[in-house]
């Protein structure tokens, strides 16, 4: 909630509309600005839906916080393609998409703007259960 008190406006893009509209209730309640826009990020046209609200809404997004996450609790021996390809597709390439779309936006904003990702001390702890996730995060660094 730090975070709030500097951001004026909060957009939440979610699959779940249940638990984010409570959020979003939960911010409106508390007086800020919020819009959830239910989107899939594994799909472009979601992803761009989602920036075009967020200018119709707010005029412009000045930071990006990519924090949408596929975990499967399954060993490394045992990770069969489909679920690595839907991981990779979650936890990587939405990744970039969203970044790549919030940066067509950014690039006119006179400061710019900020976009975070799982800081890299983070991936070093990650046990050999999610080495996965860790390897995926990692490409965004390649």
């Known amino acids: 909630m730090r975070m709030l008190k500097v951001v004026a406006s ?4 979610d699959i779940n509309y249940g638990l984010v509209h409570e ?7 508390l007086g800020y600005p919020a819009l959830f826009v239910q989107t899939d990020i594994t799909k472009d046209q979601d992803i761009v ?3 075009q609200k967020t200018v119709e809404r707010f005029g412009t997004v000045h930071i990006l916080i990519n ?7 399954i ?5 069969p393609m ?3 390809n839907q991981v990779i597709q979650t936890n990587l390439t939405s990744v970039f998409f969203c970044w790549k779309e919030a940066a067509k936006i950014m690039r006119y904003n006179e400061k710019g703007g900020s976009m975070s990702r799982l800081p890299l001390h983070v991936l070093k702890c990650l ?16």
Not at 23 to 29: C, V
Not at 67 to 73: E, G, L, T, V, Y
């Open 82 to 84: 489909e679920v690595w």
């Open 49 to 51: 839906a989602l920036m």
């Open 10 to 13: 909060v957009v939440v893009a």
């Open 127 to 142: 046990n050999h259960t999610r080495r996965h996730m860790q390897q995926q995060r990692a490409g965004l660094w390649l």
């Open 67 to 73: 924090n949408a996450a596929k975990f499967q609790h």
């Open 75 to 79: 060993s490394p021996y045992d990770v």
């Open 23 to 29: 959020f979003e209730k939960g911010l409106h309640a």
